[in-house]
C-alpha cells in the first residue's frame, strides 16, 4: 500500500516536520525562517524543557514544523535526549530536518547515524555552507546524499538561502515514509542480526524498530532493557551475546557502538569533504581568540559589562527622569479640573491611577527596556557563551560551571526568564543550586530600588557596594548549598556559536518580545495597586496593615513604619514596593521621611527579599513547591537578617 494521501487528500493532509541538531548548529534560526511569526512556545508534557511549534502553507500544504531540544546524541542521558527520542519513535513526525553543521561535518554525523538507526524518515539541512566556505571546507552534498541514502540540502539559515529547496525535498519525502540505517562493520552487524532475530522470536514485541532496539539493547540501554524484563530468557540471550561482543573487541559494549558509529561518520565525512585550501586565519577568529584570552578576555569581560550596567544606568535615568517630568506636569494640568468635578474621585485618580502609571513608567520601564536591548545584542553577537567560558573556574567554586553565568545574568533583567533558563544546566542537583541563586541576582526591578533610593539619595558608590554585597553573598550561598549538598560537579560542554553582527530590526523585536511582560502584566498590577493604596491611605485603612509589621520594619529593621508598605506590595512586583511606598508618603523624596542608614538598609532588604509572585510561581513549576517554599524562606530569612546587621553596623559607623 502507498503512504501517499489519496488523490485530492493531499493538498489537506498536514504535514508534522520536526528539527533535530546539536546545539548551534542553526535550528531556531530555520525554524524562524520557516515559521515567522506563527509559532508558540510552551513545555513538552510533564517536562521543564520548551517546546516550540510553527506552522507555514508551502503549494497548499500545511506543515507544522517541532523545533526539538538541541542533542549531541541519544544516548538519554538528558531529559532533552529522553524527550527528542520518544519524540521521534513516536512516528508523529512524518518528516525529520536533521540539521547539521557543515563546518563539522563528521561530529555531527554521529546523531544523524542514530536517527537512521530509528528509520526516522530524515532530510539532511546541512546548513552554515558559507561558513564552511571561508575555512576552506568543500563538501559534495549530492555524493554526501548518496552515502547517507536521505536527501540532502546546502542552506545558509541566517540568510533564508535554500529554505524553498528544502521544502521541497519535506514534501518528496513526506511520501516515502519510514527511511532505513547503514550497516556498520561485519562483527557488529552480526550481534545485531542474532539480537533482532532473538527480538522477533520474543513475545513481547516492540512497537519500534527491531534494529533500533537490537542495537539498544547491545548498547546495555537501561531504558530500552525495562521493557522486555518479563522475558528473562531473552535478556539471557542478549546478555550472553553483549558479553561476547565485549570479549572480542576488548571495551564496554556501549564504547563499541558509539565507536562503529564514530568510524562510520568519519569515513563518511571524509568521502564526502575535503580540505580545498588551507584556511586564512579571518578577523573573526582573531577576535575571537583575544575574547577567550586567559588575560585580555577577562578584561574585556569586565569592561563589556561595565559599559552594560553604566549605559542601564545613564539612558534609564535620563529617560526616568524626563517621564517623571511629563507625568508631574500631567498631574498639576488634570489636578483642578477632577478635584473641581468630584474630590473623592479626582484624589483616587490622580493618586492612584495616574500616578500609578507615572510612577510605573518612569522608575521601571527605562531599565527594563535598556537592559534586554543590550543582553539582546550579547547573545545575537554570540559573545554570551564566550563569557560563560571564561568564568567556568569561578562557577566551578560554586559547584557549577560557566553556563550558569547565562541565567545569572538574565537574574539582572528579570527573575522569571532567569530561574527557566536554569534548564540549561544538566543536573536536578545543578539546576537547583542554581535557582536558590538567581532569585537573589538584583533584577531589572530592584535595581529600581538600588537607583531610585541608595543612588540617589547615599550616592552611587552606595548603590555600587549594595551590588557588591549581593554578589558576595550569592557566592557564599552557592558556596554553602555546594557542600551541603554535596555531588561530582559536571564539566562545561558547550558549543561556541560564530561572531556575527547583530540586526537592529532583530535586536528591537527581542526588546520588544521581553518587555511586553511587564507591559501587559506588571504595569496594570501595579496600577491596580497604586488605587488600592490610594483608597485604602483614603479611608484610613493602610496604617493598620503597616503596623502589624511594625515589629519586623521598626524593631528588627530600624525603619519607618510606612515601609512596611514596601514588603507587602513587594510581593506582588518589586516595581510596586518602591511606587507604593511614594504613594503612602505622598512623595518620590524618600529623604523626607528615612535617614541614609534607613535608606541603605531598606534597599538591601528588598534585593535580597523574594523578587515577586511570578518567580515563586515559575520556582514551584520548575522543582515543586517544597523546594520553592524552601529558597522564598530563605530568601525572607536572609532579607531580615543582613538587614538587621547592616543597620547595627551603619548606626555604629554614625550614619
Known sequence: MSDRPPAGEEQRHPITVALAGNPNVGKSSIFNQLTGLNQTVGNWPGKTVERAEGVLVYKGRRIKIIDLPGIYSLSTFSEEEVITRDYILSGEADVVI???????LERNLYLTLQLLEMNAPVVIALNMM????????????????ERLGVPVVSVIAISGLGMTELMEQVLARSALGKGRRLLYGKEVESYIANTSGYLRSSELKPPYPIDWVAIKLLEDDPAVKEIFLKDATLLRKVDALLKSMEAMHGEPAPVIIA?????????????????????????????????????????????????????????????????????????LLLRDPLYSFNPVFGELFLNGVVFGIGAATSIALPYIATFYFLLSVLEDTGYLPRAAFLLDSLMHKIGLHGKAFI??????GCSVPACIGCRIMETKRERLILGALVVLIPCSARTVIILGVAGTYVGIWAALAIYVLDLAIVLAIGRLLFKVLPEEPVGLIMEMPRLRPFKVKTILKKTWFKTKDFVYMALPLIVAGSFVVALAGYLNVINVVVSALSPVTVGLLGLPVGTGIALIFGLLRKELALIMLAT??????????????????????????????ATFAVLIREYGAKRALAITLMNITLAIAVGFVAMKVLTLAGL
Open 98 to 104: 536533521n540539521v547539521v553543521d557543515a563546518t563539522a
Open 130 to 145: 558559507d561558513e564552511a566556505s571561508r575555512k576552506g571546507i568543500e563538501i559534495d552534498p549530492k555524493g554526501l546524499s
Open 584 to 613: 503612602y508618603f505622598g512623595t518620590t523624596n524618600f529623604a523626607l521621611f528615612m535617614t541614609p542608614a534607613q535608606m541603605l538598609v531598606f534597599t538591601i532588604v528588598m534585593v535580597l527579599y523574594i523578587p515577586c509572585i
Open 407 to 412: 541565567p545569572m545574568l538574565l537574574g539582572y
Open 259 to 331: 565507536s562503529e558509529r564514530y568510524s562510520l561518520s568519519n569515513r563518511i565525512a571524509g568521502a564526502s569533504a575535503s580540505q580545498r585550501v588551507e584556511p586564512i586565519r579571518t578577523v573573526e577568529e582573531r577576535v575571537d581568540n583575544l575574547l577567550s584570552h586567559r588575560f585580555a578576555g577577562y578584561l574585556i569581560l569586565v569592561v563589556i559589562l561595565g559599559i552594560l550596567f553604566y549605559t542601564i544606568f545613564y539612558f534609564g535615568g535620563i529617560a526616568s527622569f524626563l517621564i517623571d517630568e511629563a507625568f508631574g506636569q500631567l498631574i
